[in-house]
């Protein structure tokens, strides 16, 4: 009933039709229909993603503080900053993280025609691959929005589409590591996927120094759950 509700005022909205699974934009919803979708995982488990990068302004000072910390990650990187930053690319699967794909563009599929969105994603995937050595297994759409022939292209390429179920929202002007932790700490828990994003690329200016300054805060607290925090790569999402 509910869902049928979200479709119906996504179409009143006049959203574009292959624009469907707006409902995934809902978190609650995401969560009860489609926990691999929404990084639902192991319950001893949390994932760790950043998104945005490979930034050689900031993506450094992750690898640094995730060394420090013991911590592997995966990294949904955009094809277009991989093509330019190749270095860093490569230093980010060289240091034993997971490389995932974020498109080429960061591009919203729901206002890109279906021909735009496949070959994208695609470009994307390769982009990653070249630049890493590594075969991305998972892919993230810009901003957590789906279309259909996004989402079936996916498939077809043979990744997995995940988005996250807790986030800092470590990209506002205003973020800052307290209150990346506070956000995060409404979701956090069991078989979590948590979102934070190692590049300011697409997000407010200097906004990466409050995901960077809040993760040993967060290692803490997944520590102190008993849970464990690494890659999707672990975190044992159902097929
Ligand atoms: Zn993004």
């Keep these: 009933m509910r869902v049928g509700r979200v479709l119906a005022a996504g179409a009143a909205a006049g959203v574009a039709a292959h624009a469907v699974p707006l409902l995934t934009t809902r978190e609650s919803l995401r969560r009860r229909y489609w926990p691999g979708l929404a990084g639902l995982g192991r319950p001893d488990h949390v994932a760790l993603t950043f998104d ?3 930034d050689p302004a900031t993506t450094p000072f992750f690898l640094d503080e995730l060394d420090r910390l013991g911590v592997k990650a995966t990294f949904f990187m955009l094809g277009i900053n991989a093509d330019a ?8 699967a060289a240091a034993g993280h997971e490389i995932a794909a974020h498109s080429y563009h960061h591009r919203s599929q729901l206002f890109s025609p279906p021909g735009r969105v496949r070959d994208d994603i695609l470009r994307g995937i390769h982009t990653v691959a070249e630049a890493t050595g590594q075969m991305p297994r998972w892919f993230r759409p810009p901003f957590g929005t789906l279309s259909n022939a ?3 292209a996916v498939r077809r390429f043979g990744l997995r589409t995940v988005l996250w179920s807790a986030w800092g929202k470590d990209w506002t002007p205003e973020a800052t590591p307290e209150s990346v932790l506070a956000e ?3 979701d956090l828990g069991p ?3 948590v979102l934070l994003h190692d590049s300011d690329c697409a997000s407010a ?3 990466w120094k409050a995901a960077h300054g809040a993760l ?5 607290r997944v520590a102190a759950a008993g849970l464990k925090l690494g890659p999707l790569a672990d975190h044992g999402i159902a097929a």
């Design 52 to 54: 945005d990068g490979p």
């Design 150 to 152: 996004g989402f079936l």
């Design 191 to 193: 078989g979590v996927t």
């Design 184 to 186: 995060l700490d409404r």
């Design 216 to 220: 040993a805060g967060l290692v803490d």
């Design 85 to 92: 930053h190749r270095t860093i690319a490569a230093e980010v």
């Design 205 to 207: 200016p200097g906004s």
